[in-house]
């Protein structure tokens, strides 16, 4: 996958994980053999003339493969981790010793960012010199970060090529090459992993270190996806159902705080403090709630059952249990525009409100048919969605049409 980013997709939710003291984590870094070879090579550098592109000459670099006894094709990788984190200072005299720094951790974010995007400027070849595998490098980590327990290297190649199958359209013959060539390439992939500091070898399990858990959670928050650690998520689970829903509102709380605020309650228990939050709430909290109560499963359904007698909350709880075959209520065509309106008007809500177009999109194409609905339903909010529809949607129709429902429903209201 092109970039730095761990992943370039929507959010995605991870799975908590535990991360070790920063102590400890400073510790393991500073014995990480990339990072020990990186000082040993800003040592052998010292004060020395480098090239245009502040790189060192052919023979100055042939001289510290021989000294310092590294592969060839390490040598570039090292350089750029031992000047980014200032192990090496560039002037215009040349190199020398830099101030070096002063966060450990910050310094290994760095380099996990280097080992990322680490690509030849001469061929062009990627951290571990196969395509495939570093076409799907940040996925094959991404992986590894959701499965802790480790993963056999069977699976790892199946799930490379099956990635490599769909994502990138691979042709049959390609794909039968790769069954040959990948088990090979993986494994010395693995080994350079291994060598950079992010991954571990058990026999023929592989998983993350404890730096490569925190640093690939660092990519992963950096690129917006919802990656908590379990002492934030743990903090979350002892919440009200009320607090729960505002602090994922406020973003507080992720999904997975949800799910294990769930995981440690009553199902029947927990349903019923989300229904009385939704039923008294605004649109943003009832879809909050709401939600969340997607998660539960039949062992919810009395409590559900019991929202039937609420008049903000029986539509949702009549879909809840159709969705899982249960005897529910029916729902005609008014109570799709009553729900309509009290999604969009979740949007009213939120700190700071929303209005993009992208957002009022969420409906996709039914919303055009049932903005003229929406004017006649029986909600605290109609009015409202059907300015913001009028002034902020993206599509001119759906806004043309929600501004003549607008003026028809203030009609009848007057």
């Not at 023979?59 to 192990?87: F, K, S």
């Not at 993350?208 to 950096?222: I, K, S």
């Not at 929303?354 to 957002?359: E, G, I, L, T």
């Amino acid at each position: 996958m092109p970039g730095s980013g761990i992943l370039d997709s929507d959010v995605l939710t991870f799975p908590p994980v535990e991360l070790a003291l920063d102590d400890e984590l400073a510790a393991i870094v500073l014995a990480v053999p990339l990072v020990r070879d990186a000082h040993r090579l800003a040592t052998w550098t010292g004060v020395r003339a480098v090239t245009g592109e502040n790189l060192l000459s052919s023979g100055d670099a042939a001289a510290a493969v021989e000294a310092l006894g590294l592969p060839p094709r390490r040598l570039a990788l090292l350089w750029i981790v031992a000047v980014n984190g200032r192990l090496i200072e560039i002037t215009r005299e040349g190199a020398r010793p830099g101030p070096g720094f002063t966060d450990p951790m910050e310094f290994w974010d760095g380099v996990v960012m280097d080992v990322l995007d680490r690509t030849d400027a001469q061929t062009g070849a990627g951290l571990t010199g196969s395509a495939v595998i570093d076409e799907h490098l940040t996925e094959i980590l991404a992986t590894m970060y959701s499965v802790r327990d480790g993963m056999a290297f069977a699976a790892l190649a199946s799930g490379i090529l099956q990635a490599h199958e769909v994502g990138c359209e691979a042709r049959p013959a390609e794909l039968r090459r790769l069954r040959l060539s990948l088990p090979a390439e993986l494994a010395e992939a693995m080994e350079l992993l291994r060598y950079c500091g992010l991954i571990e070898i058990a026999g023929d399990l592989v998983r993350l270190t404890p730096p490569g858990v925190w640093a690939v959670r660092r990519d992963l928050l950096r690129e917006g996806h919802d990656a908590p650690s379990l002492r934030e998520v743990a903090g979350l689970a002892e919440l009200s159902a009320g607090e729960l829903v505002d602090a994922l509102l406020a973003g507080r709380a992720s999904a997975s705080a949800a799910t294990l605020w769930l995981e440690r309650r009553v199902p029947e228990e927990a349903a019923r403090d989300l229904i009385k939050i939704a039923a008294s709430g605004n649109a943003a909290q009832r879809g909050t709630a709401g939600t969340i109560l997607e998660e539960l499963g039949p062992e919810a359904a009395s409590a559900v059952r019991e929202a039937l007698d609420e008049p903000m909350m029986w539509r949702y709880a009549a879909a809840w249990l159709g969705v899982r075959d249960l005897e529910a209520p029916a729902l005609g065509g008014g109570d799709g525009a009553w729900v309509a309106v009290d999604t969009l008007a979740a949007l009213l809500y939120l700190k700071p409100r929303v209005d993009s177009p992208a957002k009022l999109d969420i409906l996709g194409e039914d919303l055009l048919s049932l903005v003229p609905e929406m004017g006649a339903a029986d909600h605290p909010d109609t009015l409202a969605v059907l300015e913001l529809l009028g002034k902020h949607h993206p599509d001119v129709v759906v806004a043309k049409a929600a501004r003549k429902t607008a003026m028809k429903a203030r009609s009848r209201a007057h």
